[in-house]
């Protein structure tokens, strides 16, 4: 075998630490970036940004479309979710109100954009002639809407950029560029020039609406998350003034009334939940939940990456990384994801409060999309840790079986239900964005960086097809013997490349579940690498090497933060639930009996009917109960498999 260097790279916080195991390293960045709400901006076209921007992200997503396939649980979940909602929604439904323009307070007008780029990203996963069709169609209807003015609006004459307004109309900016990037249709971009120009002929700096934060939904974060699809106007276009608009926008931010300032609060280390109103005491109703509205908040810091992209002005990433620090360390609870009634609540330490608000699931998506931002902006795995588990236990568990349709909220316990629909329409909020988060995971599972690396984030059997330029083409990765249910937890990575030997770098994300971990190359030890880091095996590799990674299987507990006796069992990425199919006294208490480091002393995997993964779990009474992944758990959505997360 070639002699080969390992070493790992681990971050703490958004700050890149290395440290030299066999042989001193580091797994380099690549030069360019790319924008997520896009899908296509890696794709082999004609269509690419005009404006490289002052920064280069440390990774990048794979090349072209259909690059990875998943074919385990989360290939489930995204099959489901092509054959239920991209495939088979009604776009007529979606562009009717564009037609008619009835809305003066609701949020028809986010419908078409969040769907629509769920699909793209559809497509970008699984390209067919069937979802080209339905793409086209839904924008050259919704093009047939904009006004003579550039408006493209489901509100009416003289409530234009109130209410949810901007907001909408930002996933209508959104939806185009989307489709712009998929095809380069140049009668797209225009529509899309146009449309943002109706906005700022109102909205701007000396404009009948002075400051976009005083318009919109809460404390004006709502409108102002405008900025992201405008600092993607600028990368395609180069015309300044969409650039310029973007910074005014910031500058909002910092003015009276609301003033949000969701930058110098970042920058001081502001808590999420304590940059606007708190949620009041034993809050009952809707509005009694405070104002820190955890969606639209990370949406705006979104933008502000994008827009850091394009400046590097540091403060806008620090602000971005603080923000995302604060949500990771107060808010995201055991199962991946944060909020109750949709706003921060210092979350992560309430979580035995009873509550079926738990969890929206355009939090759960945002979150995700938010730390794949920062993931490719730093290469900080931290925030991988954080995309795996909210994917597959939030996320996973908001989405039906059929995905027809997902709940809105993820709860600690009880019966899971069916978001209702909004605005009139057979569509609501979550039902949209979950799918955007959902076919985003392909492009976060294999990466490229600089210095002829490969990523590894996400452990899914399937394939990822990543450009590396030592190897003047692509490297294949097949991944096998996945699964999470198993008595063992490991991946096997087959390299696929074309002939010859081809130094580059494969960097294996570690999760930070996995406190010991085993990694051989073609059957000879390679590493023993630290959990929450990137095992970098750099090396001659030659097609059909094969690396395998033996995970480590023992189930341990995560204990609730205010109430450290109390547990949630954790074993893979997974959560695990009690559930009354399972154990009909799934409300009655269990203590799991533990060793002295929080590993439970028994946890067997076993197979039941209706669960990805099961274990059987010994407690101190000696007695055996059946926990089941927080997906499965609940799965009936109905109170025959009500369930419970802690114990």
């Known amino acids: 075998m070639k002699k080969f260097d390992v070493f790992y790279r681990g971050s703490f916080a958004g700050i890149g630490i290395l440290a030299a195991a066999i042989f001193t390293g580091a797994c380099a960045s690549d030069s360019g970036s790319g924008d997520i709400s896009s899908p296509s901006q890696n794709r082999k076209s004609s269509v690419s940004p005009k404006v490289a921007g002052a920064v280069s992200d440390a990774m990048h997503f794979p ?55 769920s699909a793209a990203l559809a497509y970008s996963y699984e390209p067919s002639g069937q979802l080209d069709k339905i793409l086209k169609y ?26 949810w307004d901007i907001w909408g109309r930002k996933y209508v ?25 109706n906005i700022m002929a109102s909205v701007g700096e000396g404009k009948k609406i002075g400051n976009i934060c005083e318009i919109g939904m809460w404390q004006g974060m709502a409108s102002s998350s405008l900025l992201e699809p405008m600092v993607l106007l600028y990368k395609y276009t180069g015309d300044k003034k969409y650039l310029d608009y973007s910074e005014w926008i910031v500058s909002c931010w910092a003015k009276d009334n609301p003033k949000p300032d969701l930058v110098s609060k970042a920058l001081a280390g502001t808590y999420v939940v304590d940059m606007f109103a708190k949620p009041k005491k034993g809050a009952k109703e809707y509005m009694d939940g405070g104002l820190s509205k955890s969606y639209e908040m990370m949406s705006c810091y979104e933008g502000l990456l994008e827009l850091y992209r394009i400046t590097g002005n540091e403060k806008y990433k620090r602000a ?85 349709w997902w709940a809105h909220y993820s709860r600690m316990k009880g019966v899971r239900t069916p978001a209702p629909e909004q605005s009139g ?53 097949k991944v096998s013997g996945v699964d999470f249910g198993a ?27 996995s406190k010991k971990t085993e990694i051989s190359v073609n059957g000879q030890k390679a590493a023993s690498p630290d959990a929450g880091i990137y095992a970098v ?47 009909p006294s799934f409300d009655k208490p269990f203590k799991p009996a533990l060793d002295g480091n929080d590993f439970l002393k028994s946890a067997v995997p076993v197979k039941v009917d209706g669960a990805a993964s099961a274990l059987k779990v010994g407690g101190i009474d000696g007695k055996s109960r059946i926990f089941v992944d927080y997906p499965s758990a609940g799965s009936t959505w109905g109170k025959d498999s009500e369930f419970r997360v802690w114990q």
């Open 320 to 404: 971005a990384v603080n923000a995302a620090r604060a949500i990771a360390e107060r808010e995201i609870t055991v199962l991946g994801s944060g909020s109750i009634w949709e706003r921060w609540t210092d979350g992560k330490f309430c979580q035995q409060e009873d509550s079926e608000h738990w969890m929206e699931t355009c939090v759960s998506a945002t979150w995700i999309k938010f730390c794949a931002q920062l993931l490719r902006l730093t290469g900080d795995p931290s925030y991988a840790d954080g995309i795996e588990l909210a994917a597959y236990n939030a996320l996973a568990a908001a989405q039906r079986a059929d995905g027809k």
């Open 425 to 477: 329409m057979h569509m609501n909020c979550c039902v949209a964005s979950g799918p955007r988060a959902l076919f985003l995971l392909p492009k976060i599972a294999y990466m490229s960086g600089k210095g002829n690396s490969v990523y590894v984030n996400l452990y899914e059997n399937g394939f990822g097809k990543v450009g590396v330029p030592s190897v003047d083409g692509k490297v294949t990765l």
């Open 173 to 197: 900016l959104l939806g185009l560029l989307a489709e712009y990037a998929r095809t380069g249709d140049a009668g797209v971009l225009d529509a899309a020039k146009k449309h943002a120009d």
């Open 487 to 513: 008595q063992k937890l490991r991946a096997k990575i087959l390299l696929e490349m074309p002939g010859g030997l081809h130094t580059f770098s494969v960097c294996l994300r570690i999760p930070s579940w």
């Open 63 to 117: 090349c072209e479309d259909g690059s990875v396939k998943f074919s385990g649980v989360l290939g489930g979940e995204l099959d489901a979710s092509m054959k239920g909602d991209m495939l088979s929604w009604d776009v007529d439904d979606l562009v009717r109100p564009f037609k008619t323009r009835p809305e003066n307070k609701l949020w028809q007008i986010e419908f078409w954009g969040k769907w629509f780029t």
């Open 138 to 163: 839904a924008a050259s209807e919704l093009l047939k809407t904009q006004a003579a003015d550039g408006s493209i609006t489901t509100y009416k004459k003289g409530a234009e950029f109130s209410g």
């Open 537 to 583: 095996l750099k090396r001659d590799w030659k097609s059909g090497d094969e690396i395998e990674i033996e995970f480590d299987s023992r189930a341990f507990v995560e204990r609730d933060p205010s109430n450290p006796s109390l547990v949630a069992v954790r074993r893979g990425p997974y959560v695990y639930a009690l559930d009354r199919r399972y154990d």
